[in-house]
């Protein structure tokens, strides 16, 4: 009876061992091809990875070499690409009774694209982002760590092309959870830091309901920049250069209600715009342009402390985030475009008219 009993047990365990070998086999497969799936069908992009890992002992699973692009496009630089996302269950949360997990980001790229022509222009507008995140990770998300990444704005149509990075990108994000506080808003943390221009160093810090896209404060502060790196950036955006000078900038924003309000304040050193030997005999530059890089020259002069030979000032930002037809990430940065404009708008008040 004994010997019965314990043979059934050890078949018991040779077809359970047997079954969890098959599952873990074929569990990869079968998730390679449903998350393909998923992400050949998100709007205006596509996507693609090339493996998936299951860790059945450690609770998590790995998502490898993804890389999302826009269809119709004729730059086939990926909007989105990471080689590694690891999922992983968050043992602390299960010990408090939560079922939450912990997302990793190895190596993450994002790069939005400008273009005169829409079709080649790409800023994720037009994806189901949302839909592609709840079928790859079907439980609420916790916390995200992002290690090494790295953001471009690029503009491939313009003259010359512009490629401006933020990289050696680290961020973390918390209490990504649906529980309030006892006030009743329910708060997430976003530390991030990251090197502009692969030179000065970048700081954000953020507070915001992960349930709602109206409702955030944000602080931001770079440290001194080479103005000469942002000359590809200021040449095919406002027709000048820099020669020489540094640029830090701090800036604050915070939504309530739908309601946007801060400031951005840049400040300049030792700004050199306009110089006659290498504008004109040097770059063959004509009339017009020297012109435009001495008004700028020009402007920069109004805001400089001679001491120090210092430009500062401070830009107001005001808006509102109750369009539904644009997302709270466009209407933040038409404001932000829209203050920087009016801040530098050179027009004629008008005269009272003689009676």
Do not use: C
């Amino acid at each position: 009876m004994k010997a019965k009993r314990l043979k059934n047990t050890v078949t018991f365990i040779v077809v359970a061992l047997s079954a969890l070998i098959i599952v873990r086999l074929y569990l990869p497969y079968w998730a390679l091809h449903t998350v393909n799936q998923k992400l050949s069908d998100m709007g205006e992009y596509t996507g693609h990875i090339e493996s998936v890992d299951i860790d059945i002992y450690r609770g998590a699973y790995q998502l490898q070499q993804l890389s999302v692009s826009k269809i119709k496009s004729d730059h086939q630089v990926p909007f989105l690409r990471i080689d590694n996302i690891d999922i992983a269950l968050s043992w602390r949360a299960l010990f408090k009774g939560e079922i939450l997990a912990d997302l990793s980001l190895d190596s993450p790229q994002v790069n939005f694209v400008d273009s005169n022509q829409a079709a080649n222009a790409q800023s994720g507008k037009g994806g189901d982002w949302k839909g592609v995140v709840e079928g790859l990770i079907p439980i609420t998300i916790s916390k995200i760590t992002l290690n090494d990444g790295r953001i471009a704005f690029r503009n491939f149509d313009s003259t010359p092309p512009v490629n401006i990075q933020l990289t050696e990108l680290h961020a973390e994000v918390t209490n990504l959870t649906n529980i309030a506080g006892q006030d009743g808003k329910r708060v997430a943390d976003l530390k991030l830091n990251a090197k502009l221009l692969n030179s000065a160093s970048m700081n954000m810090g953020a507070q915001f309901d992960p349930f709602v896209s109206n409702d955030f404060r944000i602080s931001l502060k770079t440290d001194s920049v080479s103005l000469p790196l942002l000359n590809d950036f200021v040449q095919a955006y406002a027709n000048f250069d820099f020669r020489a000078g540094t640029g830090e900038v701090i800036s604050e924003l915070k939504a309530s209600n739908g309601k946007l309000n801060g400031y951005v304040k840049p400040l300049f050193k030792d700004v050199d715009i306009l110089d006659w030997e290498q504008d004109v005999v040097e770059d063959n530059d004509g009339l017009f342009q020297l012109s435009w890089e001495g008004l700028s020259g020009g402007l920069a002069g109004l805001f400089t402390n001679n001491s120090s030979d210092k430009v500062a000032t401070q830009i107001n930002i005001t808006g509102s985030l109750d369009n539904p037809e644009i997302s709270a990430f466009d209407a933040v940065i038409e404001a932000l475009k829209n203050a920087f404009i009016e801040a530098f708008d050179n027009k004629f008040e008008e005269l009272p008219v003689d009676e």
